[in-house]
T-cell receptor, first 114, second 111 residues
Framework: DAGITQSPRHKVTETGTPVTLRCHQT?????MYWYRQDPGHGLRLIHY???????DKGEVSDGYSVSRSKTEDFLLTLESATSSQTSVYFC?????????????FGSGTQLSVL | SQKIEQNSEALNIQEGKTATLTCNYT??????LQWYRQDPGRGPVFLLL?????KEKRKERLKVTFDTTLKQSLFHITASQPADSATYLC??????????FGAGTTVTVRA
């Protein structure tokens, strides 16, 4: 998966607990993204980063925060997990140019909030 | 509001036939559109990108068209094989290298 590692691969947690998901890349790509995927909704962008310490919100950012202190790591934090955040979370990376804007995805993290 | 719709959740076809998938969008003016393949339990994998000034793009047995007037892209898999069975996602450029995805169409190719 293009040098992208997501951890953990699976997690079960309880409502109200904090959760951090990690995305690690070895490609030195500038852009990193967090998406969630739910049946019937497809992939929805949560947050993205266009450089170290440069992040911005996506379409479903409420309840999530991110941090990027190094090029290779992008962390997604659920401050107080809710059952509606049960989902599959995908990290993606890209190094866009005028002729190449494709994304590379990790294998995903299955998160269950009970 | 902006919306991306992919035709029917599932498409079942006979091996050797052509599968045609549709991606319609509203309230977008994308500079490009992308198609991805996703297998169960895996992340999406990039297949093709087509720009707003391109009518058609081909890659092996895959063909994509893009009609900005109709706000529609068609994705064709010719001479389909059971190995083509997967979910196919269309994605539109929003801005600043962000993509918005459709919900996907699951294709099953019967031998």
């Amino acid at each position: 998966d293009a040098g992208i590692t997501q951890s953990p691969r699976h997690k079960v947690t309880e409502t109200g607990t904090p959760v951090t998901l990690r995305c690690h890349q070895t490609e030195n790509h500038r852009y990193m993204y967090w998406y969630r995927q739910d049946p019937g909704h497809g992939l929805r962008l949560i947050h993205y980063s266009y450089g170290v310490k440069d992040t911005d919100k996506g379409e479903v950012s409420d309840g999530y925060s991110v941090s990027r202190s190094k090029t290779e790591d992008f962390l997604l934090t659920l401050e107080s997990a809710t059952s509606s955040q049960t989902s599959v979370y995908f990290c993606a990376i890209s190094e866009p140019t005028d002729t190449n804007e494709k994304l590379f995805f990790g294998s995903g993290t299955q998160l269950s909030v009970l | 509001s902006q919306k991306i719709e992919q035709n029917s959740e599932a498409l079942n076809i006979q091996e050797g036939k052509t599968a045609t998938l549709t991606c319609n969008y509203t309230n977008y003016s994308p500079a490009y559109l992308q198609w991805y393949r996703q297998d169960p339990g895996r992340g999406p994998v990039f297949l093709l990108l087509i720009r707003e000034n391109e009518k058609e793009k081909r890659k092996e047995r895959l063909k994509v068209t893009f009609d900005t007037t109709l706000k529609q892209s068609l994705f064709h898999i010719t001479a389909s094989q059971p190995a083509d069975s997967a979910t196919y996602l269309c994605a539109l450029d929003i801005n600043d290298y962000k993509l918005s995805f459709g919900a996907g169409t699951t294709v099953t190719v019967r031998a």
